[in-house]
């Protein structure tokens, strides 16, 4: 699996995933208040939550990483180089008013199941609700994991395996 149209997607969140809403790498809140005043985290005390080797963890999943983030291009500019990611393609989101979403569903779901057009896909997020599985499990022909994160410890040791250990299984033999 070589060319970037074979590659499984994985469909990326930046909130709860990437910035933990809890301590700062695993030290007490208090710390982030010191945090907030160091320059990289100008404008977004948060920013200082980013795990910097975290983007060579999702690269070493050999998927094309897609921003699935209302973030969208600021994602480019201020997340990815701050954990080693190159641009990647933004989901783009319809308008608020297009076509209403049904109750329950996350905004995100419909436009990640088109982008994904049958290709297997995971969708790493912390608010995925049961309707969203049930709306990609209706919708999707292909294979799709949807990976809901812990939002206070973002993504993990443990969640790597676990997405490691599903693209094991579909991975063409």
Known sequence: MTSTSERLLLFLD?????????????????????AASMPVARGNPLLARLDPGIGARLIALGCQLVWATTWMEEAN???APRIGLPRLPVL?????????TP????????????WAAGRPFIWVD?????????????GHPGPALLYQVDPAKGLSGADFRALA??????APS
């Open 14 to 34: 930046v909130d709860g995933p990437l910035i933990p809403f809890g301590s700062s790498a695993g030290q007490p809140d208090a710390d982030a208040d010191a």
């Open 77 to 79: 500019e201020v997340v």
């Open 92 to 100: 783009e989101w319809p308008d608020a008013g297009a076509g209403g």
């Open 103 to 114: 109750r329950g569903l996350n905004w995100k779901t419909r436009p990640m199941v088109e």
């Open 126 to 138: 912390d608010e995925i609700s049961a309707m969203d599985r049930l709306w990609v499990e209706a």
């Open 165 to 170: 250990g599903w693209l094991d299984a579909v």
